[in-house]
Nanobody, 121 residues
């Protein structure tokens, strides 16, 4: 069982920035994929960004490319989502997810508790 602990989020004005963090309870992440998803009330959870841990490759949803940056700290078993130029439509609950043996699509086995991102105009 892997625990994911998220931090960050909050309220920001449109055009501003926020950073989300997600710490995994294990350092054995070489086969894992980790990523961020977001979910609005009444809607399905949607993919935002992911990383193949063993290679460091990152992938983004088209809606966030050029504005969001996914990074990691191997020493801290953590991933981060730097969100810049935030738009009102980015306001959602953001979830960190981890999949033990990831493929071309990230389908998490484990989830963080979620972090709320609110954007005011």
């Amino acid at each position: 069982q892997v625990q994911l602990v998220e931090s960050g989020g909050g309220l920001v004005q449109a055009g501003g920035s926020l950073r989300l963090s997600c710490a995994a309870s294990t350092s054995s992440l070489s086969t894992y994929g980790l990523g961020w998803f977001r979910q609005a009330p009444g809607k399905e959870r949607e993919f935002v960004a992911r990383i193949i841990w063993g290679f460091g490759y990152t992938y983004y949803a088209d809606s966030v490319k050029g504005r969001f940056t996914f990074s990691r700290s191997i020493a801290k078993n953590s991933v981060y989502l730097q969100m810049n130029s935030l738009k009102r439509e980015d306001a959602d609950a953001y979830y960190c997810g981890a999949e033990r043996r990831t493929g071309s699509v990230l389908t998490p086995d484990y989830w963080g508790q979620g972090a709320q991102v609110s954007v005011s105009t």
